[in-house]
């Protein structure tokens, strides 16, 4: 009776170690995609910037929020949450837009960086929350890029 629980014991740790690189975890990947100027005003701006979310998982990943903040050096031109829940399929990619609103001021400090390099080198960054089996995780991420003016176009 004790082998026969003993082997028992001993397949099922087989069959868990066997299943468990199914069940691993691996980080998704937050990519910078795109920033698309929305519109100027005196009062400010309105930006789209365009992040790429890729799951490495063999399953589907739930997203609570996504924080984000747009900066030119060490100005904050933007930030915010977003917090529409939203799922990147396994071995897939979601394109998730964000809405920033840009001050006058903020305004200035791109006009100023575009007037004097012709460029706009700037960075987004912020958090990626995942609900989990075991509750919510957060996933830091920060990416450069830089807005050319004669194109309208950005390089990441």
Known sequence: MIK????MLIAVSFMGCASAPKLVYQEPVVRFNDLRVQGIGLN????????????????NLDAVKLSYRL????????????????????GDSTIVHLPVNISAAGLMAAGRQLLGRGSIDYKVAGTLTIDTPLGEYSIPYSR????NNLTGSSNY
Do not use: W
């Open 144 to 147: 450069t890029g830089r807005f």
């Open 4 to 7: 026969k629980i003993f082997v």
């Open 71 to 90: 900066l030119i050096d060490s100005t904050v031109l933007g930030e915010g949450i977003y917090d529409d829940r939203f799922s990147v399929p396994n």
């Open 44 to 59: 400010g701006g309105a930006i789209d910037v365009v992040l790429n979310v890729y799951n490495p998982n063999k399953y």
